[in-house]
């Protein structure tokens, strides 16, 4: 039996290229009490892009307090904008939920590094609309085949994300230093952050957290909570045990 809870409003901070449809069945499986808030931050979903990665924070942040959530759950590079957003002083008050973030591995990993080159981020939604890279895509990263209408819901959310070349335009090392100073300054940005993490994600690994430990040490101090069964993806795997542990975060005393 779920535990008895006041209402809660949670912002959803997905990764490069959500889609709205990410969290279409997880939100037949919520009580009345919990409302999920999706796509908060432009260049989503057909949302207009933004010229700059200032006024993208700027438009995120207030997308944010307009809809004033009382929980982020942030996922992907959703993590690493919302500290973004942290490190200027904006949203301090609001608990934090991290979900597989990208944060100081942006500067290890592959992709990421191959994609600041102008080339290869006009070929990103190509390459997302290739019905091959697609399979491909499915079978590595889903640990449950997704029915085919979320299969193209979920690729014509990168069809439809002007802000997804940018994005690896703008978070490179340069703003992981830049952050490192603004969050040393500000070290009330680190605190009520807790981390999930898929034991299955094959998307981003636990070593993100090893990276980020390097760079700031007050990470340590996140509670970290691993579910050995999911994917990058739980919200498509299992709507229903995503929802679930998301309502109890949410109900537990003192949780984020």
Not at 75 to 88: I, Q, T
Request: contains cysteine; charged residues 20%; aromatic residues 10%.
């Amino acid at each position: 039996m779920m535990p008895a809870m006041l209402s809660c409003r949670i912002a959803f901070l997905g990764g490069n290229g959500h889609c709205a449809a990410r969290l279409a069945a997880a939100r037949g499986y919520l009580p009345d009490e919990v409302v999920l808030l999706d796509n908060c931050y432009p260049g989503f979903e057909g949302r207009p892009r933004a010229d700059s990665l200032e006024k993208f924070l700027d438009a995120m942040g207030a997308n944010l307090r307009e809809s004033a959530p009382g929980r982020i759950y942030a996922m992907g590079v959703g993590g690493l904008l919302s500290l973004c957003l942290r490190a200027r002083g904006d949203l301090l008050e609001i608990p934090l939920l991290f979900q597989a973030p990208i944060l100081w591995g942006l500067e290890r990993r592959l992709m990421p590094r191959i994609m600041r080159l102008g080339l290869a981020r006009f070929a990103l939604t190509r390459l997302f609309a290739s019905a091959p890279f697609q399979r491909r895509f499915v079978s590595k990263y889903f640990t449950h085949p997704p029915a085919p209408e979320m299969v193209r819901a979920f690729f014509d959310g990168y069809a439809q994300c002007t802000a997804a070349p940018d994005l690896f335009a703008w978070l490179a090392p340069s703003l992981l230093r830049s952050l490192e100073r603004n969050l040393a300054a500000r070290p009330a940005a680190l605190e009520n952050i807790e981390v999930w993490w898929g034991g299955k994600d094959r998307v981003v690994t636990l070593q993100e957290l090893a990276w980020t430990r390097e760079a700031l040490p007050r990470s340590e101090r996140w509670p970290v909570r691993v579910f050995p069964e999911w994917g990058h993806y739980p919200m498509i795997d299992d709507p229903q045990g995503w929802t679930e542990e998301l309502v109890r975060g949410v109900a537990a005393p003192g949780a984020v």
